[in-house]
């Protein structure tokens, strides 16, 4: 009985939070959650027969980004580009070597262990591999209580009914709670450590590619689960993956990574619809297609990615870009709001008038696209992005007006 | 019993039951490692009443009969006599009181120290790491029967004094195990969810990451106890560690190996008796793993 209320008030406070932020699902304006300030980590790669650091690896290279509450924010990038290091910053795994954090208002890079304790319960992860996130020699019941007993939040007498309820919440009946992690599937492992992430009633959840690891029936169970949480708690999502289309699913807003470095910010549908910066349409164009009679073109980029213990100079994405000007070799381009709400670094789009840019993203992209093998031939669809997030009528339907394309 | 089975048909579903009554379960209905128990309990019961009751004996384990001196094996006694005509098969019940606490004891004492110098060095890492690591090298580098010597010549001699060497100096061996276990087990993903939670770092090396270590600790520890037996009886060689005319098992494998040819029994049945209480100790570490792992564990 007792947790039944509890869970009522929760849910009204959940409700109140949601509806102060997000009255129309349009989660960008909202009070600013998260704040991250020229964030930077590095790590040493070599060191000199005494130890002092010779070479190091730029993971992440000044990065700044925010997230407001109720949003979900989406970090993508191919592996190795430094989103993963962002995640484990935010949940204190891993110490900045410059930049800041600032939560709810207050500065959290350097706190002392107790204060951070606090901290801790606010911010949570949710990590890639569900083989590798749990115990094999705990409990379900263990492993989701145990987040709950060591930070004091219930007493000891209500959490096992908080335990069937978190379980209850993300899917797993509450009688399997005596069972050992060995003893479920994929799916069933990422709900068990979705309900440990909150069990301590967090208000941003940093996802760590909480999919990938799982088929893809699955992928979009667990996608439709934290979409629900999110909607009923109240819940601030920072959701890294390397798959764009689970990224469109379940993002308001998109941040684009290349090795190390920000390329891009949007609303989902903007980014989609009219990407900026030639990674991001590259990027986009590698988005497959299940339909075979649909023939398309795409942006092929060429060569690797250069080693982040050396990182060029100019521009992170120059050697292989495939729009680049004298500058991109010289100095990397600042993230600038080009577009409303819409923030891109590139030098292409320097000095050019606001109602332009548009026109010359298209134009870049379609100088890049080349055309690939499909069965369609005459009928080739000349749009390189291929990926539809959302129809001209669903956007509307969300009050997002779409860039004019063709 | 049948009650037992009937309750355990479903022995998670209940409420309130501790791990240690699944595990126990498990290592119930293995039945390899139930007879091993079994023989260390019965080597270990008749060690005791022996030391408290020592009538129980067939004969006075240091009477010495000359005229039986070498006597085979017969129904008068069963494991025959050694050179001094003593009775085997009193000398080999009598030599478990002090064969098990050597071995029990500095393995305890191994266990102790070198898993938490070696939890504490792998998980830590870094300076505290190379300061641990180098000083198990030092030790490690000196043949260990040496550096019990040396152990011994500071502390004087004596079978407790035997038993705290024996165990130090196997102490570094522990101390690798464990560090190398803990820096695999410490990158597993449970481990940074642990310190996402708020977890202190002793709870995450006790909860987190011990129990994961733990068969390989298991495994050596048993086979610690049948070297710790044959190190114990190594030192008495040496005049260090079991006196004569103490019965002790590895102390007599060792005089009866002279005799080998004129009385092999003066030999065998001390070995064996080191040999089955091992394999025992072995077999029960098994079923013990595999008892704690919830993988393997029988249900």
């Known amino acids: 009985m007792q947790s039944d ?40 790669a070599a060191t000199s027969f005494f130890g002092k650091p010779t070479s190091f690896v730029q993971a992440v290279d000044d990065v700044s980004f925010q997230i407001h509450r109720g949003e979900a924010f989406g970090l993508v990038g191919e592996s190795g580009c430094g989103k993963t290091t962002i995640g484990k910053m935010l949940v204190g795994l891993l110490k900045p070597t410059s930049g800041r954090i600032i939560f709810e208002g207050q500065d959290v890079t350097d706190l002392d262990p107790k204060e951070r304790r606090k901290y801790c319960r606010d911010i949570q992860l949710i990590f890639q591999d569900p083989y590798a996130s749990l115990n094999p020699r705990m409990t379900v019941s263990q492993i989701v209580s145990e987040p709950i007993i060591t930070n004091n939040i219930l007493p000891a007498d209500q959490v096992d009914a908080r335990v069937d309820e978190l379980l209850d919440r993300v899917g797993i009946r509450p009688e399997l709670k005596n069972r050992y992690p060995h003893e479920f599937s994929g799916g069933q492992r990422q709900r068990v450590g979705i309900a440990r992430a909150l069990a301590v009633n967090p208000k941003l959840i940093v996802c760590d590619e909480p999919v990938s690891a799982l088929d893809v029936s699955i992928q ?50 903007e980014l989609y619809h009219n990407p900026l910066c030639p990674y991001t349409q590259a990027l986009l164009s590698a988005i497959p297609s299940p339909d075979p009679h649909l023939s398309r073109k795409r942006i092929i980029l060429k060569g690797d990615v250069p080693s982040p213990i050396d990182p060029p100079a100019g521009c992170r994405f120059a050697s292989r870009c495939f729009a680049k000007v004298g500058a991109c070799e010289v100095e990397h381009p600042d993230l600038v709001e080009v577009l409303p709400n819409h923030w891109c670094a590139c030098h292409r789009y320097a000095n050019v008038k606001p109602e332009d840019i548009t026109k010359l993203a298209r134009q870049i992209q379609y100088e890049a696209a080349r055309p690939t093998y499909g069965m369609g031939g005459s009928d080739a669809n000349a749009d390189p992005i291929s990926s539809d997030p959302d129809t001209p009528a669903e956007a509307k339907a969300k009050g997002e007006v779409l860039p004019k394309s063709k | 019993m049948a009650e037992a089975t009937a309750d355990t048909v479903k022995p998670t579903a209940e409420k309130g039951e501790s791990i240690w009554d699944d595990v126990w379960y498990s290592l119930s209905h293995n039945v390899t490692a139930m007879v091993s128990l079994g023989f260390i309990a019965l080597v270990a019961l008749l060690a005791i009443l022996s030391a408290i009751f020592p009538q129980i004996l067939p004969y006075d384990p240091y009477a010495q009969d000359l005229s039986q001196s070498f006597a085979a094996p017969s129904a008068a006694h069963w494991f025959g006599c050694d050179q001094q005509g003593r009775d085997i098969f009193s000398r080999v019940i009598v030599g478990g009181q002090v064969s098990l606490t050597v071995g029990l004891l500095s393995v305890s004492i191994s266990l102790v120290v070198g898993v938490t110098l070696g939890a504490i060095a792998g998980y830590k890492g870094g300076k505290v790491d190379t300061v641990i690591m180098r000083c198990m090298d030092v030790l490690l580098a000196v043949p260990s029967i040496l550096l019990a010597i040396t152990f011994m010549a500071a502390l004087g001699k004596g079978i407790d004094k035997a038993v705290v060497a024996i165990g130090l100096v196997s102490i570094p061996e522990y101390a690798r195990i464990v560090r190398s276990q803990i820096l695999s087990v410490k990158e597993n993903d449970y481990v940074s969810a642990a310190r996402v939670i708020g977890d202190s770092d002793a709870k995450i090396i006790f909860r987190h990451v011990l129990p994961n270590v733990a068969p390989s600790i298991i495994v050596r520890a048993t086979l610690g106890i049948s070297s710790a037996i044959l190190d114990a009886a190594a030192l008495g060689f040496l005049g260090l560690g079991v006196q004569p005319p103490q019965a002790e098992w590895g102390d007599m494998l060792g005089r009866g190996r002279n005799y080998i040819f004129q009385a092999p029994h003066a030999m065998i049945y001390p070995g064996l008796a080191i040999t089955l209480t091992v394999l025992a100790f072995n077999l029960l570490g098994d079923g013990i793993r595999d008892a704690v792992d919830p993988k393997s564990r029988r249900r």
């Open chain 1, 220 to 269: 979009a169970q667990v996608l439709n689960l934290l979409e629900d949480l999110r909607d009923d708690m109240g819940l601030t999502y920072l959701f890294i993956a390397h798959g764009l289309n689970v990224v469109k699913h379940i993002s308001d807003r998109v941040g684009v990574m290349y090795l190390g470095k920000l390329m891009e910010i949007a609303p989902k549908n």
């Open chain 1, 5 to 44: 209320t509890a869970e009522k008030n929760e849910a009204t406070a959940a409700a109140t939070q949601t509806q102060g932020a997000a009255p129309q699902r349009d989660k960008t304006k909202g009070e600013v959650l998260l704040d991250v300030q020229h964030l930077s980590k590095s790590f040493v």
